[in-house]
T-cell receptor, first 117, second 114 residues
């Protein structure tokens, strides 16, 4: 099956600092990756769609200057949480769409738990 | 807008028994796909099963099968011979053909009792 690696799995940072989360498709190319946020005991909320070589598309209500997304290659997308604050503490999950299987299967990373002190 | 509803926040099943998780969705589209994802305590999202709307035959993957009722917009997941490792959150999801956005239900927490 397709493998998506997400790093780090857990990060603790001080308020005001920036944190970068990486999402890599290990055995396939992904022109499109997705970033989700999941609050405790809740479903996944799509934050943005990351397109290789172009600007990300953000969902309504998501601050693009707070959550910077870079999709520099067909196998790597990064999410940077800038000037993090305690309310940004959450579980962030990425997924990648596999080209070979068409548009409609997303494979997920293992997620990153962000704790902002 | 498309919505996905999972009416069972929690379910439990005895090991080796069968359990059915419910999911309904709302759409006016005819081209779409439906999924069940599993999220165990590790929180890694795992694709369990996929169904294309244009296919009448219900999808099956080993112990997992779906009952896809297109007219009723229902997409339930049946887990046979439940195992302890099946304990997880299960999310039903929808994606419109030509779109890339998955719409998730709120999830059902499945407990498997030994």
């Amino acid at each position: 099956g397709a493998v998506v690696s997400q790093h780090p799995s857990w990060v603790i940072c001080k308020s005001g600092t920036s944190v970068k989360i990486e999402c890599r498709s290990l055995d396939f190319q992904a022109t499109t990756m997705f970033w989700y946020r999941q609050f405790p005991k809740q479903s996944l909320m799509l934050m943005a769609t990351s397109n290789e070589g172009s600007k990300a598309t953000y969902e309504q209500g998501v601050e693009k200057d707070k959550f910077l997304i870079n999709h520099a290659s067909l196998t790597l997308s990064t999410l940077t949480v800038t000037s993090a604050h305690p309310e940004d503490s959450s579980f962030y999950i990425c997924s990648a769409r596999r080209l070979a299987e068409g548009r409609n299967i997303q494979y997920f990373g293992a997620g990153t738990r962000l704790s902002v002190l | 807008a498309q919505t996905v509803t999972q009416s069972q926040p929690e379910m439990s099943v005895q090991e080796a028994e069968t359990v059915t998780l419910s999911c309904t969705y709302d759409t006016s589209e005819s081209d779409y796909y439906l999924f069940w994802y599993k999220q165990p305590p590790s929180r890694q999202m795992i694709l369990v099963i996929r169904q294309e709307a244009y296919k009448q035959q219900n999808a099956t993957e080993n112990r997992f099968s779906v009952n896809f009722q297109k007219a009723a917009k229902s997409f339930s997941l049946k887990i046979s011979d439940s195992q302890l490792g099946d304990a997880a959150m299960y999310f039903c999801a929808y994606i419109q053909g030509g779109s890339e956005k998955l719409v998730f239900g709120k999830g059902t927490k499945l407990t498997v009792n030994p």
